[in-house]
């Protein structure tokens, strides 16, 4: 009997919970709605209606991806599955590829052209296609003459406020030349576009300063997968592990990036995670200067997300006491639409 390739709709509960269980069986147990919520696509490979392969797609990450015990020996339907996904995303123009993975699975995805950017204990992250990194990294312009010291942010600015502000202006006076990658991923309040500008506003002051897109390469949490991790406990620690090391690997030596900035974190448990990560994976090769957080008169800190529930509390009042006059101008000017997208649903806690 010829095997057949065919979509499942996740919808459709007899599909889901085929492909669920089949997934089990693979060793796959999180199923969770910011997982699955993701999927654009999923195919199977049949051989007399038995499910013998599947995948999804999610974006232009190939996700919960396994096959049958059968076939694991051969390759053969990992291969098969693996090449449709990457066609279907062709038919869409698409032909850059991600994977995250278990590490027990990098060569697998090697042997199908994937290259690998960052390993751990936890998990994998591997490309295939164009544009790559090294692309991203020489669309960065880099400074003519040489310079002595460089240093490196990374924020999500969701929005920019007076803390984003002091801690660059931080950086700035203490190096030649700091880059500052504003993560590009369209999961917040703010989008990325928006994110971008605001963050270009409120340093323009600063003639050392560049700021860049962290394009794909600076990854926020909410798009980070994680469905082949046995235990949500891992999550933090997988997600700033593998961030951390891309950094480390690629983006530092490339930008010749020797301190990395990060503002001390007394609110959120993720971000000060992040931050211990951080300085467990690149020290000693790159120096980690954590800033304490700019505060207000009363003692509290600023915070992004203390902002964003103003501006749901359509409460402005004293907002230009957390963000510079760029910022308080782009809210004002788009107070409507920011609570309508609220209105519809995105998220104002977290990062």
Not at 95 to 99: R, Y
């Given at each position: 009997m010829a ?11 007899e599909?889901?919970n085929l492909?669920?269980?089949f997934?089990q ?12 919520d993701?999927v654009?696509?999923?195919i ?8 013998l392969?599947?995948?999804?797609l ?17 390759g053969s ?8 996904l ?8 698409i ?5 995250f993975t ?5 060569a697998?995805?090697q ?7 960052a ?5 994998a992250?591997l ?5 790559d990194?090294a692309?991203?990294?020489a669309d ?6 040489p ?18 502000k ?15 990658f ?26 050392n ?5 962290g ?8 798009t980070f997968?994680?469905y082949?991790l ?8 997988y997600q ?9 690997k ?18 959120s ?7 211990e ?7 000693p090769?790159?120096?980690v200067?954590?800033v304490?957080?700019?505060q ?27 963000v ?11 107070l409507?639409?920011?609570k309508?997208r609220?209105?519809k ?7």
């Open positions: 095997k057949k390739t065919k979509e499942l709709n996740l919808t459709n509960p599909d889901f492909w669920k269980n997934l069986q693979a060793g796959i147990k999180n199923f969770s709605t910011a997982e699955v993701q654009d696509l999923t199977g490979i049949f051989e007399n209606q038995k499910l392969a599947t995948g999804s999610a974006g232009n990450v190939l996700k919960y991806i396994a096959v049958s015990a059968d076939s694991i020996g051969t339907e990992f291969n098969s599955i693996v090449s449709e990457i066609g279907r995303l062709a038919l869409q123009g032909f850059h590829v991600f994977v278990k590490p027990k699975y990098v697998s995805f042997h199908l052209g994937f290259k690998s950017l390993i751990s204990a936890y998990g992250v490309e295939r296609g164009f544009p990194i692309t991203y990294l960065i312009k880099q400074p003519e003459k310079v002595k010291k460089t240093a490196a942010i990374v924020m999500n600015a969701n929005p920019f406020t007076l803390g984003h002091f801690l660059v202006e931080q950086a700035a006076q203490k190096n030649d030349l700091v880059y500052v504003v993560v590009a991923t369209n999961a917040g309040l703010f989008n990325a576009a928006e994110r971008l500008k605001l963050v270009k506003q409120g340093t323009q002051h600063l003639k300063v560049k700021v860049v897109s394009g794909s390469y600076m990854v926020s949490y909410a997968p994680a082949f046995d235990s949500s406990n891992d999550l933090i620690e700033t592990t593998l961030d951390a090391l891309i950094f480390k690629w983006i530092a030596p490339y930008l010749k990036i020797t301190t990395r900035y990060l503002g001390s974190e007394p609110l448990r993720t971000t000060n995670i992040y931050n990560t951080l300085e467990k994976i690149l020290v090769e790159i120096k200067n954590i304490s957080r700019r207000l008169s009363n003692g509290e800190v600023i915070s992004a997300s203390k902002v964003r529930k103003m501006i749901a509390e359509n409460d402005l009042s004293n907002l230009s006491e957390l510079p006059e760029t910022t308080l101008s782009f809210i004002r000017d788009n409507a639409d920011l309508n609220i209105q649903g995105m998220k104002i806690r977290g990062n």
